[in-house]
């Protein structure tokens, strides 16, 4: 099972998650977020990593003009959209991308099943909120294109292995605050989340 850290703000908490493990890291560029970063300080961070971790940025209703410009400064390598999106504003990243599908209910769950995509709890606010899914509306369902997120921890990521989800994020189940991991939970949700 692959894993994502999200809500990284520093080389220290980078490093701990993956040196635990983590296939991909996440830097919030959405200003409200208690989780935001600053694309340069992204890039601090991200020059420092080692090679084949993806670099994730999330965005919340931006154009096409600005996610490309965060990306480059940033020097990420995918981009997360957290909001409703056109073709036409797909069409002009410059940066392969993941829809966020905000699920209220299983329809919702299987909105884009054709491509690779994050499914979270909806919610009024845009993540980090610990919020959870209804892991039953993913019985019959083939996962292995959902990156499954929302209130997920080390308590219960053994409940989420069972269902092929191609990988796993968490951000606010593995902090001591808003914004800072928590290394002994970073460490034992992925070795729970590769054990399955």
């Not at 220290?12 to 991909?24: S, V």
């Not at 073709?87 to 769950?109: C, Q």
């Not at 989800?165 to 002994?184: H, M, N, Q, R």
Request: charged share 25%; proline share 5%; net charge negative.
């Amino acid at each position: 099972m692959r894993v994502k850290i999200c809500g990284i703000t520093t080389l220290d908490d980078a490093m701990t998650a993956i040196d635990a493990g983590a296939d991909a890291l996440g830097f919030v560029f959405y200003p409200p977020s208690p989780r935001y970063i600053a694309p340069e300080t992204a890039a601090d961070i991200i020059r420092s990593l080692p090679p084949f971790v993806e670099k994730v940025g999330l965005f919340v209703n931006e154009s096409a003009k600005s996610i490309n410009d965060i990306s480059e400064r940033s020097q990420i390598t995918l981009a997360q959209l957290h909001f409703d999106i056109d073709d036409l504003l797909l069409n002009e990243l410059n940066i392969p991308y993941l829809r966020v599908v905000r699920a209220g209910s299983k329809k919702d769950a299987l909105l884009h099943h054709d491509e690779y995509r994050i499914v979270d709890a909806y919610c009024e606010e845009y993540g980090g909120m610990g919020k959870r899914l209804n892991l039953e509306w993913f019985e019959d369902m083939d996962c292995s294109k959902i990156i499954l997120a929302g209130g997920l921890s080390p308590d219960n990521v053994e409940e989420c292995l069972h269902y092929g989800f191609y990988a796993l994020d968490v951000s606010s189940g593995v902090e001591i605050s808003k914004g800072v991991k928590d290394p002994k939970k970073v460490s034992v949700f992925i070795q729970k989340a590769k054990a399955g």
